[in-house]
């Protein structure tokens, strides 16, 4: 008998969105108190000096200006039972 090779999955991220964190608080019985979007700084990008540059220009620009807070990356929910 040989050894059984797992089945490879892909990941699901059903709830990295506002509209899906409403619609799975609201399948689960809570509502959303409070829900903030936000931009970090990219230290994933320091190995690059130039790359890094580029990623504190983007987290400063969608952090400053309201109108691009739908492309912030970080989010946050605080959820309250119903």
């Not at 903030?36 to 540059?53: A, G, M, N, Q, V």
């Amino acid at each position: 008998m040989g050894a059984r090779r797992p089945t490879p999955s892909r990941p699901r991220y059903r709830a990295n969105d506002r509209r899906a964190i409403r619609r799975l608080a609201a399948a689960s019985g809570f509502r959303v108190a409070e829900l903030d979007l936000f931009e970090t700084k990219p230290d994933y990008l320091f190995f690059s000096r130039t790359l890094y540059r580029a990623g504190i220009a983007y987290e400063r620009a969608v952090s400053r200006w309201d109108s691009l807070e739908g492309i912030r990356v970080q989010l946050i929910a605080d959820l309250e039972a119903v």
